[in-house]
């Protein structure tokens, strides 16, 4: 029988047969028009997610993958929403689940796991390195390309750093029971990029093994055994992935080990080349400067990424639109400027001066703005960091660190944006346009 096929965002992608199911949403095989790349097509019910209360956690996935551009990620392409649903256009990823090498007693040899979990902490480290947590790295959550390469996908129950409380932790419990770090368990608050290593060290032990390091029909017993670090090694495992899992699987967060510490490890870091692309964000930002004795100078603010600046400028970013909201829209953070960066630099110090908040300016044009006074959530903690575009053209974007979002809005829109309004080429928001066809779209490539 041939298969069903609807045309969607007027003929640029052909939806065709179903090849998942979830408790939300249903993924299709798709197929972009003018190409004929094959994409993947999550196809979400609005009405279902708002009726169970997760709208913001669909538009923290949305917010997360987009930030996570990375060879072992899955590619968010684009997001459309019609009135009843929300249309997620993915990259296709042809090899199936990591989860289905390893089912039913199946165990991988050591470099082939190896090689898996070095393009996992590649991608995770790159993730916590834009302040995305996954939060549910399992197997099943990994997946193989034609290549037989990994991809991470499914941020569903990712978290950014808005999403910290007071005192930077994170508090909502989630994830799967067996891959779930100790800490996530005692609702006391937890570090989210230390409790997705305990998670990728319980996938290393899966590879390795063919089953679980903790396992129990009861639900407390399984606890536990997580709570101890109770389990046990196989005979066939090596002293080096011993004691390499035993570092992952530290029941004491602040004594696991750190993703500098297993880019470190020479069981990890076999196979991998000086150039190769498993090598994390931070040992390409930390490795030598290629010419010794010369410091980066302060004239040379960070280049912004061009496809950084279009999504994030572009109005079809307010995600709140996804879902037809009456609330206030998302405060405009982000401004672009024909001013040279040290001018910036200058002129915001100064507005956040005026506003008797305490300025600290970083060398790579990052002000750190501290506020004086006890607010609703603690006082207002922000940053701004200014980055080159191009030689006409500076991006300028602040971030809430700490306080509350209502503090900070009042922050921009009452302070900064007068402040800084003769300066202001464009701000975030105030420029876009509709598709025309009842369609709110998200470009995210």
């Not at 408790?23 to 169970?52: C, L, M, P, W």
Request: aromatic share 10%; glycine share 8%.
């Amino acid at each position: 029988m041939e298969e069903e096929k609807h045309m969607l965002l007027g003929g640029k992608y052909e939806k065709g047969k179903l090849i998942g199911t979830g408790t939300f949403a249903k993924v299709y095989h798709g197929r972009e028009v003018s190409t004929g790349e094959s994409v993947a097509i999550k196809v979400i019910n609005k009405d279902q997610v708002r009726d169970q209360g997760m709208v913001e956690q669909i538009q923290t996935e949305i917010s997360a993958t987009r930030l996570v551009r990375h060879p072992n990620i899955v590619e968010l392409r684009e997001v459309f929403a019609t009135k009843s649903k929300i249309y997620y256009v993915m990259e296709y990823v042809s090899g199936g689940e990591l989860f289905a090498k390893v089912s039913g007693g199946g165990r991988l040899k050591e470099d082939v796991a190896r090689k898996y979990f070095q393009q996992l902490i590649s991608a995770v480290d790159f993730c916590h390195s834009r302040g995305v947590s996954h939060r549910d790295i399992k197997p099943e959550n990994l997946l193989l390309n034609g290549n037989d390469d990994l991809k991470i996908t499914d941020f569903g129950f990712s978290a950014l750093p808005e999403q910290k409380r007071y005192d930077g932790l994170l508090h909502t419990q989630c994830g799967t029971p067996a891959y779930v770090a100790p800490e996530v368990l005692r609702k006391k608050g937890y570090d989210g990029a230390k409790a997705d290593i305990w998670s990728c060290g319980v996938v290393l032990y899966v590879l390795l093994a063919g089953f679980l390091p903790f396992h129990d029909e009861n639900l407390m017993n399984l606890y536990r055994k997580i709570f101890k670090a109770e389990y046990e090694f196989p005979p066939w495992f090596s002293p080096e992935t011993r004691k390499l899992i035993s570092k992952l699987l530290m029941a004491d967060p602040e004594r696991r080990i750190s993703i500098e510490g297993i880019n470190r490890v020479p069981w990890y870091r076999r196979g991998i080349s000086r150039n190769s692309s498993f090598r994390s964000k931070r040992e390409r930002v930390s490795s030598p400067d290629p010419t010794p004795g010369l410091k980066k100078s302060i004239s040379s603010p960070s280049f912004f990424n061009a496809f950084e600046l279009i999504s994030s400028m572009s109005s079809g970013f307010d995600l709140s639109t996804l879902f037809e909201s009456k609330e206030k829209k998302k405060v405009a953070s982000m401004f672009t400027s024909k001013f040279s960066a040290a001018a910036i630099v200058e002129r915001i110090e100064a507005a956040a001066r005026g506003m008797r908040f305490i300025v600290e300016t970083e060398d790579d044009f990052k002000v750190r703005i501290d506020g004086t006074e006890e607010g609703r959530k603690g006082p207002l903690a922000v940053t701004a960091e200014v980055f080159e575009m191009a030689a006409e053209m500076t991006v300028v974007e602040f971030t809430k660190d700490s306080g509350d979002t209502l503090e900070y809005e009042r922050f921009c829109e009452e302070g900064i944006r007068p402040a800084l309004k003769d300066i202001v080429w464009t701000w975030q928001g105030d420029v876009g346009s509709s598709n025309g066809a009842g369609e709110v779209t998200v470009n995210s490539g």
